[in-house]
């Protein structure tokens, strides 16, 4: 099931690249895509909202929470 998550501070494709590499670090099988214009991410594969936060805020960005 896919979740979208706001993360707050992504501007560029490093941002996401960022954000992607620490989420698949939690989870290599999860798929991942950023929307850098809505400063969200869609990840399917992660049953756990907290793997998610942690992986954000560990790649220095703010977790918004689920949209």
Same mark, same amino acid.
């Given at each position: 099931?896919?979740?979208?998550?706001?993360?707050?501070?992504? #501007?560029?494709?490093?941002?996401? /690249? $960022?954000? @992607? &590499?620490?989420? &698949?670090?939690? @989870?290599? !099988?999860? $798929?991942? +895509?950023? !929307?850098?214009?809505? &400063? +969200?991410? /869609?990840?399917?594969?992660?049953?756990?909202?907290? #793997?998610?936060? /942690?992986?954000? +805020? $560990?790649?220095?960005?703010?977790?918004?929470?689920?949209?």
């Amino acid at each position: 099931m896919t979740k979208r998550y706001r993360v707050l501070g992504m #501007t560029c494709g490093g941002c996401a /690249n $960022s954000v @992607t &590499k620490a989420i &698949k670090a939690t @989870t290599p !099988d999860a $798929s991942v +895509e950023v !929307d850098l214009d809505a &400063k +969200e991410v /869609n990840v399917d594969g992660i049953a756990d909202d907290a #793997t998610v936060q /942690n992986a954000v +805020e $560990s790649a220095g960005f703010e977790f918004g929470g689920q949209v």
